[in-house]
């Protein structure tokens, strides 16, 4: 540790606490990446693990003062190195701000801290008739703080929306250490910028969550699930596209190409049709009536289609029985092979067929195996690219056929992430998306919030990082 760090943690430990702020390196190291293995990842100098917005505040004011980079960080659960460390950083870990604060039935909205898992807020809520939507796949260890951050979906998003449609109002501490309060508890307001969106999505480069009012809806009913398989990616692209013509909402709408059935197939020994060339998982939460008459229509859009096979059930055990095949999806893939390359492409929901048949085309391209499993309903498809992580051949192959992906995506007109955000794995990719006059309005709001470019370094795009001794100085006073 060099004098200049010694010094700086010093300032962290009377700040925090000895025990609040981690900096052997072999402890270090178990916060220094997210789940995307292949993401690049330095090593924290120290880990911080505050238990108040005021802790925070004094992170940032002493990361400030000595123009040390600072990644916040949930529960790592993340899909593209959004939360990795930066050599010498200093990691901020929310995990231990983890309270529900409130809970508000008449209002019909929650606060929380950041560092409540998303499973702990749904069950809180549970008890009061209400329900949190956002669900990640990761649902019972992701936190609320990183689902806001990379302003996560999950398989529900089709009729509920994705976090930012949940959110009211937030606190945020900013580079230089000032809290911001921002949002509202009504159901309306139209003061000012809508500067607590800005901050969902921001993977951590603009401030840190520290606190969240959330809006909440009545608890859905126990759903009803079916399963329809069919010979032509086409025809369950037709059946996607006749829901939403149809004005269908269903509150699940999943796909699993050929791929995944057989890899499934394989691990859990499911009956599955091995056959097909898809796969439609759906359910209706809408309750009563209105849910046999959505899966009704639902069943007739399959058949019409040419389904070779359509089951739909209200038993719940069964329901999840079914919904087994989708989870398992990507366990079984890893079954092939040591390394999966999980893509997060969103495309208009008249696309999926056509982006399923390209990852096929990529697959056979590449010569590795690609499984495609997605949220049909919304368009969020997660390619998965296969391969021996150790044989460099194979690693080459992989992100060329994750280039291939995403630019079978654009050109479709679509995006280069659906739910997981860009991280450092797509920072590449974002002004190809977005375009310069975007990307310098990005840059502008970068830098107004944080002139050092200390919050997340090298993530969502390049330029973030800035070494500008001139901002530096003037934001330490140097
Ligand atoms: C098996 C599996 C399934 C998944 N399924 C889904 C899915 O269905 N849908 C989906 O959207 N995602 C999914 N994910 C991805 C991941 O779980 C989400 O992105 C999740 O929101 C990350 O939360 P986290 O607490 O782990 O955040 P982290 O990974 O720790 O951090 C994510 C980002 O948030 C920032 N951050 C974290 N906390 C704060 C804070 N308080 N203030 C500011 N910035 C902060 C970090 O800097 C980073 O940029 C899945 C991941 C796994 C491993």
Redesign the pocket.
């Known amino acids: 540790m060099t004098t200049s760090t010694t010094t700086w943690v010093r300032e962290l430990q009377d700040a925090l606490g000895t025990g609040n702020v981690l900096t052997d390196p072999d402890v270090t190291l178990a916060y220094a990446r997210?789940?995307a293995m292949l993401a690049e990842a330095g090593l924290p100098a120290a880990v911080v693990l505050p238990r108040s917005t005021e802790e925070v505040v004094a992170v940032m004011q002493v990361a400030s003062r000595h123009g040390v980079p600072v990644?916040?960080?949930?529960?790592?659960?993340?899909?593209?190195g959004?939360?990795n460390a930066v050599d010498g950083c200093i990691t901020?870990?929310?995990?231990r701000?983890d309270a529900v604060l409130e809970v508000d039935p008449a209002d019909r909205l929650a606060v929380v801290q950041?560092?409540v898992v998303?499973k702990t807020l749904r069950d809180a809520v549970r008890g009061h008739g209400l329900f949190y939507p956002?669900?990640?796949?990761?649902?019972d260890?992701?936190?609320?703080?990183?689902?806001?951050?990379?302003?996560?979906?999950?398989?529900c998003c089709v009729k509920y929306g994705?976090?930012t449609d949940y959110v009211l109002g937030l606190e945020?501490v900013l580079a230089d250490g000032r809290v911001l309060r921002t949002g509202r508890r009504t159901v309306k307001g139209v003061a000012g910028y809508d500067l607590a969106r800005l901050?969902v999505g921001?993977?951590?480069?603009l401030?840190?969550?520290?606190e969240a009012t959330l809006a909440l809806r009545p608890a859905p009913a126990s759903p009803i699930t079916l399963v329809a398989s069919f010979p032509t990616t086409a025809q369950t692209g037709q059946v996607v596209e006749s829901v939403v013509t149809s004005g269908l909402v269903p509150s699940m709408l999943e796909v699993m190409d050929r791929t995944c059935i057989r890899a499934v197939d394989d691990m859990l020994k499911s009956d599955l049709d091995r056959d097909a060339a898809a796969l439609l998982l759906a359910q209706s939460d809408s309750g009563g009536a209105s849910a046999v008459e959505e899966i009704a229509a639902l069943t007739r859009l399959c058949e019409e289609a040419g389904a070779d096979f359509v089951h739909s059930t209200d038993d719940p055990a069964e329901g999840d029985m079914l919904m087994t095949a989708r989870r398992m999806a990507?366990p079984a893939l890893e079954r092939i092979a040591s390394s999966l390359l999980l893509d997060?492409v969103a495309v208009p929901r008249s696309q999926v067929a056509t982006f399923i048949d390209g990852c096929v085309a990529i697959s056979a391209q590449a010569d590795l195996v690609i499984g495609v499993v997605g949220?049909a309903g919304d368009g969020n498809m997660h390619p998965t690219i296969v391969f021996d992580g150790t044989d460099p051949d194979q690693r080459t192959r992989a992100f060329a056929a994750f280039d291939a992906i995403l630019e079978l995506g654009l050109s479709l007109g679509g995006t280069i992430t659906?739910?997981?955000?860009v991280?450092t794995l797509k920072a590449e990719w974002l002004e190809r998306e977005i375009g310069p006059v975007s990307l310098s309005v990005h840059q502008a709001i970068k830098d107004a919030l944080d002139p050092a470019g200390l919050l997340?370094p090298g993530?969502l795009f390049r330029r973030a990082h800035r070494a500008d001794l001139g901002a530096l100085g003037a934001l330490t006073g140097a």
């Not at 401030?207 to 520290?210: C, F, K, L, S």
Request: proline letters at 6%.
């Open positions: 997210d789940q990644v916040p960080r949930g529960a790592g659960s993340g899909l593209v959004a939360a901020l870990v929310l995990t701000m950041p560092g998303n956002p669900d990640p796949a990761s649902y260890w992701c936190t609320i703080g990183g689902n806001l951050a990379v302003n996560s979906g999950g398989l994705v976090t945020v901050f921001s993977e951590g480069t401030g840190v969550i520290t990507l997060d949220h659906g739910e997981h955000g991280g997340n993530k």
